[in-house]
């Protein structure tokens, strides 16, 4: 609705002739002017549409103008209704019983400026409810929360936006203290911001509050003191945690791009010498010269700088040994790996099931996807070392967001499991829960292998009543099915 | 014996004489040389089994230097050797990728599987 639209008045009463000339003493307003012979005319226009102003021709009849008034109010609570009196207006008393409908009276002789104004004020403030109305509406639309308290605190507006933020509806709040609502729970005292607004006019800043579920939300804030005098306070609020969470992902992702490009100049500076090294101490041990304690010694130096080349190679140099992608069958990767970690997977008692539903190949690089399960195979045995279940499954499968097809290899484990606490961190680099025996770079690496194929390596560890099951999940897409395999289970 | 012959391309001299006695411990004869033109040179002179070369070099890199060496020995094999991360896109005229942190003995296991595949490549083409 258009606040400047024109507004509509009724004019009701019994004698047309009348009613007519009300109507050409009102024709300069350039409102609507609506007539209606009966009360039930009268009704109907207000059933259709807003009224500004009801004008009620009394006649001789005042029990009759009595029950129209009556009919209006009870259908049209809202709308005024200005009573036009035949007579003057000589007993007040008489006329008390009308007050209940009427809003105000006009007595004869109707003089035609009198009737104007009295009608142009009803049509203002129709049209300033319209402006009202619209404006709220507007609020409504504005994904802000909008909240509007009174000098104690009250809440006496909260628009859609405040809804959805805050998870809270306004007729639940209505009324409220805003503190106890959705109290701020930091950086400042909800007391303070107040202190300031009423200062100063004003405070804008980042807080955390509470929603309706009790969860912590951030919210960019700016409160204004209304300047009418009264102390009502208008607030703007914008949930600004989604775009915290991409800011500091975006922090995250920099970086380690930064450790990414890091790696690559590092890769040379260090791996050059640590060839020489290693080389060096090759020969330092296999010297004729060299004997017993200085052997021995030469050893572990060969030992500590294989570890390090292990970092190196874990981190450093993804080589490839083919220039293209080959097409590479993941069975026959996962095979090359267990037979590498055979011994392991022995010492520690290790039963392994392996369930290859496809034999699928994919176009990759065989060393870099035996890097990946190494890695997560490598992993579940460590979990291990009082023996267990290591279960390798592939199947052909679709990703969970994509739907891309390919090739969902898991590898569980019944070790001792990941705890809540390290979950998260678990793909960051030199993160490791084994301090004496990993790098930390593993996984790390691992899901920077899959995410160079565009696939997903997801996890969970689930606590049993006698233990863990934890399973890491590889998609890679693109797969293609070469032939069916048969079942089989061995123990290494 | 007759021994096989490497040759051994770096830029860097202590790599280049820590590399030399490794692969003279697993039975071969090793040359060196300190870049790709000093190569070229040796392969000019005289005849050699395997060429062992780092990528990064100046001048020449390693896979130009291969690209070259392709050209006039087409048999001979090449192994390109290096401490990078990516493998370098001009691959097509290396044999076999080893990384340097692969430690002495892969070396040479690598170095002896790349001869023993072509020495099965001349006998099944003569």
Redesign the interface.
Known sequence: MNASEKVNIVIVGKRVAKLASYEIMLRELRENVILAASAEEALQYLLQTDMAVVLLAVDNSERDAFNTANAIRQNSQETPIIFVLDAPLTDLEHYKDYRRGAVDFICAPVLPELLRNKVAIFADLQRKARQLETLRCELDLLSEAVIVSDGEGRIEFWNAGAETLYGWRREEVLGKHLDDVVPITFPVASGEVLATVISAGQWEGAVRRLNKGGQEITVALRKIQRSDGGGAILEMGQDISAQLQAEEALRQSERLAAIGRLAGVIAHEINNPLEAIANALFLVRCHPSLKGEAQRFARMAEKEVARIQHITQQTLSFYRESPAPISVSISSVLDDVLGLQARHLEINQIIVEKEYRDDMAIAGFPAELKQVFLNLIGNATQAMPQGGRLRISTRESRDYSSSRRGVRVAVCDTGSGIEAKDAKRLFEPFFTTKPNNGTGLGLWVSKGIIEKYQGTIRFRSLRLYDGHITCFAVFIPGAVVSHSLAQGAFSA | MNHEVILCVDD?E??LH??K??LE?AGYEVMIAASAMQALEVLASRKVDLLLTDY?MPGQTGTELARAVKDIWPKLPVILL??????P?D??H?D??V???????SMCEKVAAVLSANRKQQSASR
Do not use: D, I
């Open positions: 860097e202590t790599s820590l590399r006695p490794v411990k990064l290096s401490g990078v991360s990516e493998l896109k691959m097509e290396v076999l990728f990384s340097k942190v692969e430690g002495p003995q």
